[in-house]
């Protein structure tokens, strides 16, 4: 971190906060407030007098407040910059009748109480989102006591008290009688692996933080007593599994159950429950402290910065990368790159990969000094165009811009267009071409797909991603599917243009079937959930016209289901040999009216 704060090609904003971001890939501008500091961190020199003088005490939030700190103070040690900082809702004021005892001891008169917040803009050519992580709230798990018991502590807070740099200096003190435990306890999985408390997910990291702190524990003090409580010991790291069976070698009791209850004694010590599920039995524990190993969860400005990037998140909260296997360390907008627990939750060595990973990414683009665009962007036709706005509406990468009031045309910035295609299929005005997917040229595929013997056919619209690369699968696996089935492949299902159904069912297809990814899947952020609106609207269409909502279906099939592909085909199959000439023919009289507009 010195490092970063010296680099002369690094600008470095701290108590600063995004607060917006517009443009694309190459030509971001991101607005940053600062917050004020009031003490000059240019002149600071940390030397900590003024703090000497604060007569405000509040607890310490870096040491979980173990500790205590004033009003102006340096929030760690190895803080960048190194200079105070004064929290202003606590500080009593500068005027030398209530208090500025502050500035009275700066000796370099670095402290201004006339700072205020700025706000500053910044062009940048691509963003890494770095936001890391949350340690889980133990609070509502009342069976381990952590609100009524002052002996049980959360693994941060343990990691503060055994810290050098701690509250203790590093003493292994007990927070009730300052006396070193002759026994702990960790339990595992404190808000992890939960599908009614915390998250449902591995933390990843808990196992070998406790491993790491067993470990400490024994090489100062030998004859403590330790208990782990566990689900299972996920030691799958380089080296990982080395320091687990080492910290088992040295004595540490691995007890496989989590335990029921947790209760004190008079002296305050620590009463155990626990089932071990090894054993079968109910066994009992005395320690004299406990620590809960915590989860960890998506840092709370995630949402935030969520909404203000265009961005993507997994069910679980975190960031969601462009793909898993190829690209994962990109956002599905370009220009944008994850590092650390912003993405998951990882360890330090991964989150150095990752954050490396994304660096690279990110030159990558930026060291030409140009970008080269994708073909496979929008067009406006202007003289169709009706400045409705539909089109930036939907777009879920902010890529098109309309002056709805002046009635300008829509235009679109191919630099930060994406391709999905959601904008041609949502005009009403039909006044957007899809480049490489026309409407003429998906058009024609229907058309020549039902030129013979239409009623034995299924039509399928197949996203690139997901549901054509399903259908891959499912052929390169030998897996038996319909052989009437005919794909028809678009970008993203967002592509899927509400006359391409219509043409369909036209010219006779039975079924007509449009899939993509799963919703939070689609490669292109959320252009799935209009085409999910798109076929919804449809189907009431079709009610209207008195046609089986269910000869269209939607089905999201992922590049790994190609099992569930067989299987939909399969369906559809059956759905299709229930639609007899007679209803096609039926359908084919009616849209034609519809067509000539005879029906509505
Ligand atoms: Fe598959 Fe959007 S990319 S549905």
């Not at 020199?45 to 004033?70: H, I, M, Q, W, Y």
């Not at 915390?198 to 208990?227: Q, R, W």
Request: hydrophobic share 35%.
């Amino acid at each position: 971190m010195t490092d970063v704060g010296r680099h002369p090609k690094i600008t470095l904003y701290t108590m600063s906060e995004v607060v917006d971001v517009k443009g694309y890939v190459g030509s971001f501008d991101v607005s940053i407030l600062k917050k004020a500091r009031y003490v000059n961190e240019k002149e600071c020199t940390a030397c900590g007098e003024c703090s000497k003088a604060c007569p405000v005490v509040r607890p310490d939030e870096f040491n979980l407040g173990l500790s205590s700190r004033k009003a102006i103070y340096s929030p760690f040690p190895q803080a960048v910059p190194s200079a105070y900082t004064i929290n202003i809702s606590e500080c009593l004021g500068h005027n030398p009748v209530v208090c500025g005892k502050c500035v009275e001891a700066c000796d370099k008169k670095c402290i201004d109480f006339h700072m205020s917040d700025q706000e500053i803009v910044e062009r940048v050519g691509t963003i890494v989102v770095a936001t890391g992580l949350e340690a889980y709230d133990p609070t509502e798990l009342d069976e381990y006591g952590y609100t009524r018991f002052e002996n049980v502590l959360t693994s941060l807070e343990f990691e503060r008290l055994i810290n050098a740099g701690g509250p203790t200096g590093g003493g292994l003190l007990r927070p009730t009688d300052r006396k070193t435990p002759r026994s702990i306890g960790f339990i595992q999985c404190v808000g992890s692996r939960s599908s009614s408390r915390g998250a449902s997910y591995c933390s990843n990291i808990c196992c070998m933080n406790t491993i790491k702190s067993t470990l400490v524990l024994k090489e100062h003090f030998p004859d403590i007593d330790i208990k782990v409580f566990y689900l299972d010991i996920r030691a799958f790291g380089k080296g990982f599994e080395d320091l687990y069976m080492r910290s088992r070698r040295l004595g540490v009791h691995y007890i496989r159950g989590l335990p029921g209850t947790v209760e004190e004694d008079g002296n305050r010590n620590l009463k155990v429950s626990v089932e071990n599920t090894a054993s079968g039995k109910l066994e009992i524990y005395n320690l004299d402290m406990l620590v809960l190993a915590l989860g960890i969860k998506p840092a709370q400005s995630t949402r935030r910065l969520q909404e203000i990037l265009g961005l993507q998140l997994t069910p679980d909260g975190f960031f969601l990368e462009a793909h898993p296997k190829l690209q994962p360390v990109d956002a599905a907008t370009r220009g944008i790159f994850y590092a650390g627990c912003a993405e998951g939750p990882k360890d330090i060595k991964e989150s150095v990969t990752q954050a490396s990973a994304a660096s690279a990414r990110a030159i990558r683009i930026m060291y030409k000094g140009h970008i080269s665009s994708e073909p496979i962007t929008s067009e406006i036709i202007v003289e169709k165009c009706k400045s409705c706005g539909r089109c930036a509406e939907v777009c879920p990468y902010k890529a098109i811009t309309v002056d709805v009031k002046k009635k300008n045309p829509a235009v679109v910035n191919t630099a930060a267009c994406a391709g999905c295609g959601t904008c041609a299929a949502e005009c009403p005005f039909d006044a957007i071409e899809m480049n490489h997917f026309t409407t003429n040229q998906i058009m024609e595929q229907v058309d020549t797909l039902l030129e013979e013997r239409p009623g034995e056919k299924i039509l399928a619209f197949a996203c690139n991603w997901c549901s054509y690369a399903g259908a891959d699968y499912a052929g390169v696996s030998r897996l038996q599917y319909p052989p009437n089935v005919r794909i028809i492949r678009t970008m993203c299902s967002g592509r899927v243009d509400e006359d391409f159904i219509w043409e369909g069912f036209r010219k006779g297809a039975p079924v007509v079937l449009v899939s993509g990814c799963h919703i939070g899947d689609c490669h292109y952020i959320n252009a799935n959930h209009w085409t999910e609106k798109r076929v919804e609207k449809i189907r009431k269409k079709m009610t209207k016209l008195g046609l089986r909502p269910e000869r269209l279906q939607l089905a999201w099939i992922s590049a790994a289901e190609g099992v569930r592909f067989a299987k939909v085909m399969k369906e559809l199959e059956e759905l299709r040999t229930g639609v007899t000439p007679e209803e096609i023919g039926h359908t084919i009289s009616i849209l034609q009216d519809r067509e000539k507009g005879k029906t509505p």
